[in-house]
């Protein structure tokens, strides 16, 4: 086992963050997903500063070296890294609609370090 796996990050895999802005003009109700997972606030994220904030990292594959991918195009590996994706569903001017695959951000600190904008959502 790596040193990566036994934080948690499978190797070939790599923690990218644990925030996603809202978008644009997004009201509640929030419906949030990883890889099609439906995640439940308060136990998996928060809503907090026009942003989703998730107890936990999310994953991204690695980029495939050049030997990685002709070995997965010749068939004599394949991949089995962690690469999630957030998507949400939201309200924007009275419709439902969805915003697939959101970019993931960083942590800035601790949150007593973060600046609130006081908006509630």
């Known amino acids: 086992m790596s040193a990566g796996e036994a934080k948690g990050v499978p190797e070939g895999s790599v923690a990218v963050?644990?925030?996603?802005r809202l978008p644009r003009g997004a009201n509640p109700p929030f419906t949030v997903f990883i890889n099609g997972v439906e995640q439940s606030e308060g136990?998996?994220?928060r809503v907090s500063g026009g942003e989703i904030v998730f107890r936990r990292p999310i994953l991204k594959e690695k980029?495939?070296?050049g030997v990685r991918w002709l070995s997965m195009?010749?068939?004599i590996a394949g991949t089995y890294r962690k690469h999630e994706t957030v998507d949400l569903q939201f309200t924007r001017?009275?419709?439902?609609?969805?915003a697939s695959d959101l970019p993931i951000h960083a942590d800035e600190g601790p949150p007593a370090d973060r600046h609130h904008d006081g908006r509630s959502h």
């Open 17 to 20: 963050g644990n925030r996603v």
């Open 43 to 45: 136990d998996d994220y």
């Open 63 to 65: 980029k495939l070296t």
């Open 73 to 75: 195009l010749a068939g």
């Open 93 to 98: 001017a009275g419709k439902v609609e969805l």
